[in-house]
């Protein structure tokens, strides 16, 4: 089956840290981008990272930059993000997402997501 | 940061009627932009890629239109099904790409 298994989410204070991870099956893992996308609980979609392929492309959103790193094990078929010096702003259902392609384009598979709440 | 700014906030439809929903960049995304519908309590699905083409299994009652800054989804025939919110995404200022702030379809 076709899918991704998101993890790591959880309460957390503000400025600790938290790792996701995400577990791919069914579909060529090393072929494809793949991103972190949030969603804030009654808001919209907020794209977070992206990380090409072979891991030479990444990017992140202004918002999370410096603090987030996006990483990914294509032998182990996993995505990872690594959030640091998290804000109660940074509270949010997180996908995973999977590209069309092999750079970042859009994103036609979804994991149900992990949920992060930074509050004291 | 490219800005993308949807309209309507809500669109009131009957079912059967047509629904036509705005995307505008605040640059240039060329052609390379996405439509995503998501039903409540539901994760996203990828409508449209490239402005215009539908992704797998999506009907033939969505389609997308538009180039540089000005985009659209239309279903030509709203079924109950389609109420929902449906965001756009901009992919051609990698690397950051961004989404619109969504539309809701609902049922007037």
């Known amino acids: 089956e076709v899918q991704l298994v998101e993890s790591g989410g959880g309460l957390v204070q503000p400025g600790r840290s938290l790792r996701l991870s995400c577990a791919a099956s069914?579909?060529?893992?090393?072929?494809?981008?793949m991103h972190w996308v949030r969603q804030a609980p009654g808001k919209g979609l907020e794209w977070v990272s992206g990380i090409g392929w072979n891991s030479k492309n990444i990017g992140h959103a202004d918002s999370v930059k410096g603090r987030f790193t996006i990483s990914r094990d294509n032998a182990r078929n996993s995505l990872y993000l690594q959030m640091n010096s998290l804000r109660a702003e940074d509270t949010a259902l997180y996908y995973c997402?999977?590209?069309?392609?092999?750079?970042?384009?859009?994103?036609?598979?979804w994991g149900q997501g992990t949920m992060v709440t930074v509050s004291s | 940061e490219i800005v993308m700014t949807q309209s309507p906030a809500t669109l009131s439809v009957s079912p059967g009627e047509r629904a036509t929903l705005s995307c505008r960049a605040s640059q240039t995304v060329n052609s390379n932009l996405a439509w995503y519908q998501q039903k409540p309590g539901q994760t996203p699905r990828l409508l449209i890629y490239g402005s215009s083409t539908r992704a797998t299994g999506v009907p033939a009652r969505f389609s997308g239109s538009g180039s540089n800054t000005e985009f659209t989804l239309t279903i030509s025939s709203l079924q109950s099904e389609d109420f929902a919110v449906y965001y756009c995404?901009?992919?051609?200022?990698?690397?950051?790409?961004?989404f619109g702030g969504g539309s809701k379809v609902e049922i007037k």
């Open positions: 069914g579909f060529s893992f090393d072929g494809y981008a």
């Open positions: 997402a999977k590209d069309i392609g092999g750079e970042p384009h859009a994103f036609d598979l």
């Open positions: 995404q901009q992919y051609n200022d990698w690397p950051l790409l961004t």
